[in-house]
């Protein structure tokens, strides 16, 4: 039984912990209005404003600080940010990156991504957090025309990670009068794209990060997005809804199996690849019948999709871009779609058309071409090689040497799901593959793991994944225990609660009993393909 403390004894600790209070409010209001010096930070700036800073009790009691830093070009746009002091700091930091092309500030306040429903976010354990617009601001984020300013470009290509960065630990040392014990970052998508970034350029900055689906080949992306529309757009090549309900259902029928559990997953892509052929639903005649047969031209156009695409060189020595994973149970229409009109429109505009020709036209109109008024399925990537290797080397992540971070100490989390049909997995493949082959397979091991997740998209999929990553995380950079036996959960509304364990690459769960749409991570193993 616990024994209830004497008034005498709780009343100076209800007194000091409301001077606390106190003073914790005074130090948050005091941050507004003061400037942040441009020698503060470590990139080139005109300094930063703290523009409001505003004690809030939800989702835990915090300190939120909302402000701009200023370019060095005063045509630039400002980066905006917003970085979030609890009460109750546990001296960590996690820096969060963003979506799309970005342009609205993103706030630090979501769950780590793909975490559990339940789990708090990372304010409310007490972090830290922190983000920004990336250095420019839109209504839309799959607006280009910031890529036309050189600054601007730069900030979206990585440096506003940089400068955020170096604002937020400013307004800790000027809140807590401490330095941080442990500063973290994660990100998926075009935040994982940023998370890489930030490792790879100050990887002094950083003890671990949560990288999931990553554009990391920002330039390349959208290079192959561009060539998979251009091939779809040929005469005869288009595909209606009725051509994709003929193929999803195919390529599942051939290779659901494979792993062992016909549960609508491919889980063993390996053993796909080898095993499903698109000549098995060519028309005879070569002549297209939708939701029949496959005519010539739109077998030619998918064996484009499927396909690797070739690129000048890449930032890091990277050159080309992985297939994506069409004949592999991903479905064509994914996170974008294919469009309600078999015609493109210029520029292309979303839900009218293509979704990768909408995401790769700002970057090949904006910043390869810097001609609002280009067609983006004429462009020819061969008469533009200088500036689309300068372009990647403004903004891609995919060097293949890691060892300032993993010297550091730093440790990563690498995930992607293998029906992403936004960002094709083989490019973080391919990545990995080429870190391990300049680091070494044992080296790579101690700092880095990866997982490939069957049947998740960008998001979404037959298996909606959930995953303990930022536990995972704090308990290799802290404890020094590297993640193993971690389980993937399935939030899909239809089939919810199931779970398989996640298999550091190349292993893939294979069940070891008879299994349908429900199952338990005890029903797999990892298995080598």
């Known amino acids: 039984?616990?024994?209830?403390?004497?008034?005498?004894?709780?009343?100076?600790?209800?007194?000091?912990?409301?001077?606390?209070?106190?003073?914790?409010?005074?130090?948050?209001?005091?941050?507004?209005?003061?400037?942040?010096?441009?020698?503060?930070?470590?990139?080139?700036?005109?300094?930063?404003?703290?523009?409001?800073?505003?004690?809030?009790?939800?989702?835990?009691?915090?300190?939120?600080?909302?402000?701009?830093?200023?370019?060095?070009?005063?045509?630039?746009?400002?980066?905006?940010?917003?970085?979030?002091?609890?009460?109750?700091?546990?001296?960590?930091?996690?820096?969060?990156?963003?979506?799309?092309?970005?342009?609205?500030?993103?706030?630090?306040?979501?769950?780590?991504?793909?975490?559990?429903?339940?789990?708090?976010?990372?304010?409310?354990?007490?972090?830290?957090?922190?983000?920004?617009?990336?250095?420019?601001?839109?209504?839309?984020?799959?607006?280009?025309?910031?890529?036309?300013?050189?600054?601007?470009?730069?900030?979206?290509?990585?440096?506003?990670?940089?400068?955020?960065?170096?604002?937020?630990?400013?307004?800790?040392?000027?809140?807590?009068?401490?330095?941080?014990?442990?500063?973290?970052?994660?990100?998926?998508?075009?935040?994982?794209?940023?998370?890489?970034?930030?490792?790879?350029?100050?990887?002094?900055d950083y003890d671990g990060v949560i990288v999931v689906h990553p554009a990391n080949s920002f330039v390349g992306l959208q290079l192959s997005g561009n060539r998979a529309a251009q091939a779809l757009y040929r005469e005869d090549a288009w595909l209606d809804p009725s051509d994709v309900e003929l193929l999803n259902p195919t390529v599942l029928e051939a290779c659901d199996a494979l792993d062992g559990a016909e549960d609508g997953l491919v889980s063993n892509t390996a053993a796909c690849?080898?095993?499903?052929?698109?000549?098995?639903?060519?028309?005879?005649?070569?002549?297209?019948?939708?939701?029949?047969?496959?005519?010539?031209?739109?077998?030619?156009?998918?064996?484009?999709?499927?396909?690797?695409?070739?690129?000048?060189?890449?930032?890091?020595?990277?050159?080309?871009?992985?297939?994506?994973?069409?004949?592999?149970?991903?479905?064509?229409?994914?996170?974008?779609?294919?469009?309600?009109?078999?015609?493109p429109t210029v520029p292309p505009t979303p839900v009218e058309n293509f979704g990768l020709a909408v995401l790769a036209d700002p970057a090949i109109r904006y910043g390869i071409?810097?001609?609002?008024?280009?067609?983006?399925?004429e462009f020819d990537p061969s008469q533009h090689a200088e500036r689309i290797t300068e372009l990647s080397e403004i903004t891609d992540a995919v060097s293949a040497d890691m060892s300032a971070f993993a010297d550091a100490g730093g440790k990563v989390l690498l995930l992607h799901g293998t029906t992403d049909f936004a960002i094709p997995f083989g490019n973080t493949v391919e990545w990995y593959e080429r870190v391990r082959e300049e680091m070494g397979p044992e080296a790579t091991g101690e700092f880095m793991k990866f997982w490939l997740q069957p049947g998740f998209g960008h998001g979404s999929g037959a298996f909606q994944m959930r995953w303990n990553s930022l536990e995972a995380l704090e308990a290799w950079v802290e404890e020094g225990t590297p993640p193993s036996g971690l389980v993937a959960t399935d939030a899909a509304e239809e089939t919810a609660g199931r779970s398989m364990p996640l298999c550091e690459y190349p292993a893939y769960p294979h069940a070891t009993v008879a299994t349908s749409g429900t199952y338990e991570a005890a029903d797999f193993e990892c298995r080598q393909p």
């Open 369 to 377: 071409l810097r001609d609002p008024g280009a067609n983006s399925l």
């Open 273 to 343: 690849g080898q095993t499903f052929e698109i000549t098995s639903l060519a028309c005879d005649d070569g002549q297209p019948e939708h939701g029949v047969c496959f005519g010539d031209a739109q077998i030619e156009a998918l064996n484009v999709i499927d396909t690797r695409t070739e690129t000048p060189p890449l930032q890091g020595g990277a050159q080309g871009f992985s297939g994506w994973p069409i004949f592999l149970g991903a479905d064509l229409y994914g996170l974008w779609g294919m469009g309600t009109q078999p015609q």
């Open 1 to 204: 039984m616990r024994t209830a403390l004497p008034l005498f004894v709780m009343a100076p600790l209800l007194a000091t912990a409301a001077q606390a209070q106190t003073s914790f409010e005074r130090s948050c209001e005091e941050l507004e209005g003061i400037t942040i010096d441009a020698q503060q930070i470590g990139l080139a700036t005109g300094g930063a404003v703290i523009e409001t800073a505003s004690v809030l009790q939800e989702p835990a009691e915090n300190c939120e600080v909302r402000g701009a830093i200023a370019p060095v070009d005063e045509a630039a746009p400002d980066i905006r940010f917003q970085v979030n002091l609890p009460f109750d700091w546990n001296r960590k930091l996690l820096q969060y990156g963003g979506g799309g092309y970005n342009g609205s500030v993103v706030t630090g306040l979501d769950p780590v991504k793909f975490n559990p429903e339940d789990a708090p976010t990372p304010l409310e354990q007490g972090y830290v957090t922190f983000g920004s617009d990336s250095g420019h601001q839109s209504d839309s984020s799959l607006d280009g025309t910031f890529l036309m300013n050189e600054e601007a470009l730069r900030n979206f290509g990585g440096e506003q990670i940089k400068k955020t960065r170096d604002v937020a630990m400013q307004l800790v040392s000027q809140m807590y009068d401490a330095a941080p014990e442990h500063t973290y970052v994660q990100g998926s998508s075009q935040g994982g794209h940023e998370a890489m970034i930030a490792i790879q350029r100050w990887p002094g």
